[in-house]
């Protein structure tokens, strides 16, 4: 199987833009789609991205999603941050079995 | 509403058993695919088990194959998650999940703790 890669941590200052980065170890990153997920703390994971670049409904568009081929990688960018924004992060895919994988989450700090 | 309730955690010794299980409400929980995720504690998120809609597939993170069976009872909206041989790194909170398209899990319960613990 393969796993996903990303940054143990990441910070930037309000009103900034910040890029997460999710870079798949093995087969293609646009064979399967990537979903990105928020938790706070002591909170349940929340969607924010849906199918690599999909926001839903009530996130707002300063949240988007891309993937990149010629690096293999999916990132989560955020503009505008906002202190609100500060929390874990984390990318999701899957293969063609159906198995579920997780990035290791990546810590947003807005300081 | 969508609403995931787990329950049947706890403590327990290592070589142990639990069973989880999850109470399901405000959608058709049969037509849905059902996952389990575990979260350490401090650490990331990972994925122990998926179901099929109707319950004929089972699909296990390697980490509990052969030590946990996920299963459904779709007459009683539930879900339930069977951890035999349980080891000190089973610890964390496990949480019940709805599977929509494209693996997404698009609802989350709040989790029931697990401590594997002499």
């Known amino acids: 199987n393969f796993m996903l890669t990303q940054p143990h941590s990441v910070s930037e200052s309000p009103g900034k833009t910040v890029t997460i980065s999710c870079t798949r170890s093995?087969?293609?990153?646009?064979?399967?789609?990537v979903h990105w997920y928020q938790q706070r703390p002591g909170s349940p994971p929340s969607t924010v991205i849906y199918?690599?670049?999909?926001?839903p409904s009530g996130v707002p568009d300063r949240f988007s999603g891309s993937i990149d081929s010629s690096s293999n990688s999916a990132s989560l960018t955020i503009s505008g941050l906002k202190t609100e924004d500060e929390a874990d992060y984390y990318c999701?895919?899957?293969?063609?079995?159906?198995?579920?994988?997780f990035g290791g989450g990546t810590r947003l700090t807005v300081l | 509403e969508v609403q995931l309730v787990e329950s049947g955690g706890g403590l327990v010794k290592p070589g142990g058993s639990l069973r989880l299980a999850c109470a399901a409400s405000?959608?058709?929980?049969?037509?849905?695919?059902m996952s389990w995720v575990r979260q350490a504690p401090g650490k990331g998120l990972e994925w122990v088990s998926s179901?099929?809609?109707?319950?004929?597939?089972?699909y296990d993170a390697d980490s509990v194959k052969g030590r946990f069976t996920i299963s459904r009872d779709n007459a009683k909206n539930s879900l339930f998650l069977q951890m035999n041989s349980l080891r000190v790194d089973d610890t964390g909170l496990y949480f019940c999940?709805?599977?929509?398209?494209?693996?997404?899990?698009?609802?989350w319960g709040q989790g029931t703790l697990v401590a594997v613990s002499s």
């Open positions: 999940a709805r599977v929509s398209f494209n693996e997404l899990i698009d609802y």
């Open positions: 405000g959608f058709n929980f049969n037509n849905y695919r």
């Open positions: 179901i099929s809609s109707g319950g004929n597939f089972i």
């Open positions: 093995s087969g293609s990153i646009a064979g399967n789609f």
């Open positions: 199918e690599d670049n999909q926001r």
């Open positions: 999701q895919s899957y293969d063609r079995n159906n198995y579920v994988v």
